[in-house]
Structures are given as structure tokens and as C-alpha cells.
């Protein structure tokens, strides 16, 4: 009953890994929770997800206790977190030894990313069968910012706009079966989206393909906004395989 309690009024801590490991990111903020398991497992993937796990090849591991001290909450709810974490492979647990975050391989990566490219690639084809004009007009306002040589100088914040944007493609779809499909592999993709933005001047692609995807959605182009998101995604699994060798 005592962790109840300390949940009503929780706040965003770090997400503290051991010593061995320079990473640092915040837990996403618990809320009054329906169940402690759910709402850590959430938290504790949006965390992982935050963090630049690509970085370096240093493993990363968690320390269950300080996790559970810091969500405010029994070690219990967080087990059960890092177990169905596991399952959906985003950690890995190593016997004696404790839990670390899951990097992929490259050839792991380019998997996933090509069936990102047939999920959101089958989602452009939906919205533009049902989408209304003020949410394409909202696709276009995200760029706006970026506009007079801003890309560059405001980077990290496009990783964001870039990762928010695929985010509404998948969701104006309106379909719950492949929203509900996207949900997990995203927050994979996520991760490797935010290492490669800056790499080979790909952030000033993005934006050109951006442009011509939202295009083809106003002038209500199914084929051709289908094809150019899906080329967009597997642009990604291309870049991946010529350049990415950190991943190996």
C-alpha cells in the first residue's frame, strides 16, 4: 500500500544504469497507474528508447533497484517490466551478471526497417482515403521551423519533428490493427532514427522526401504517396547497410 501512495505524486528521475556505462536519460513520469506494471513497462521502454543506445559500444546495464527507487514503486512491478522488456527486445537478461539494453545487429535493423517500409507504406495508402485537411495541413506546419537554413542548426530538435512525423502517418491511417502492429517496432526504429539523421547529410533528404510525401497526400495521390513513403523507409535500411558498420 505504501508504494500506492508514493505514486500519486512522482516525477521524472533518471533512468541509472551502473557505473560502467556514461548513459543518463529520464524516465518518463508515472501517473496514477491503473496497474504498476503496465505504467513501469512504459516508462522504463520510453526511457530506453530516449537514450542513444548506438552511441557506443560499452554495454549498458540497469540496476533493478535503483529503477524501482526511482519510479517510486516495489522491485516486483519493475521484474515483470524487464521480463515483458525482454520479450519485445529491448534488454536482455545474462545470468549472474544482470540485465543490459538490447542493441540490434545491422542485419537486424535493415529487418525491421523493411517491414516499417510495408506498415507505414500501407498507412500512407489509408490516410489518403480518409485523412482531413486540417491534419495534412498540421504535417506541414512541423517543418515550417526548418525553413531558411534552420535544418542544420536545429538538429536535434528535427530528429524529434523527423520521428513525430512518421509517428502521424501510422496514426491518420485510422487502421487499430496496424497501428497496434507499428507500435513496438517503432520504438526500435526510433532509436536507429535518431543515430543516422545526422550522418551523410541525411537530415536534408529527409525533409526534400518529407516535402514530396505531403504532396502527394494533399493532391490525394494514393499510389504515389504509398510508393514515396515506402522508398523514404527503405532509403534508411540502404543508408544502414553502406554506412552503418558500428552496428557489427
Known amino acids: 500500500m505504501r508504494s500506492a501512495t508514493r505514486l500519486d505524486h512522482i516525477t521524472a528521475a533518471p533512468l541509472r544504469t ?5 548513459f543518463s536519460p ?13 505504467r513501469a513497462y512504459t516508462a522504463l521502454r520510453d526511457a530506453i528508447a530516449a537514450m542513444d543506445v548506438y552511441r557506443s559500444r560499452a554495454d549498458i546495464r540497469l540496476d533493478e533497484r535503483r ?17 515483458q522488456l525482454e520479450r519485445d ?26 517491414a516499417w517500409a510495408a506498415l507505414e507504406s500501407m498507412a500512407a495508402r489509408l490516410l489518403t482515403q480518409n485523412v482531413q485537411a486540417q491534419e ?22 528535427y530528429s524529434e519533428v523527423n520521428i513525430e512525423f512518421h509517428q502521424s502517418i501510422i496514426r491518420m491511417s485510422r487502421n487499430s490493427v496496424l497501428i497496434s502492429l507499428a507500435e ?29 510525401i505531403i504532396e502527394a497526400i494533399e493532391q490525394r495521390d494514393t499510389k504515389r504517396a504509398e510508393d514515396l513513403v515506402r522508398n523514404h523507409a527503405l532509403g534508411l535500411a540502404e543508408h544502414v547497410a553502406a554506412y552503418a558498420d558500428y552496428l557489427d
Do not use: C, W
Open 18 to 22: 551502473q557505473p560502467e556505462t556514461p
Open 26 to 38: 529520464q524516465l518518463a513520469p508515472i501517473a496514477i497507474p491503473e496497474n504498476f506494471k503496465g
Open 67 to 83: 529503477l524501482a527507487s526511482d519510479l517510486g514503486v516495489s522491485r516486483t512491478p519493475v521484474r515483470e517490466a524487464m521480463a
Open 89 to 114: 527486445g529491448f534488454v536482455r537478461s545474462v545470468p549472474r551478471r544482470g540485465i543490459y539494453i538490447v542493441r540490434k545487429t545491422k542485419r537486424e535493423v535493415i529487418e525491421m526497417i523493411t
Open 136 to 157: 495534412i495541413s498540421s504535417l506541414r506546419t512541423m517543418f515550417a521551423k526548418f525553413e531558411n537554413g534552420q535544418l542544420h542548426a536545429r538538429l536535434d530538435e
Open 184 to 212: 513496438n517496432l517503432f520504438t526500435h526504429m526510433r532509436m536507429i532514427r535518431r543515430k543516422t539523421i545526422g550522418e551523410q547529410d541525411r537530415a536534408a533528404r529527409s525533409i526534400r522526401d518529407h516535402m514530396s
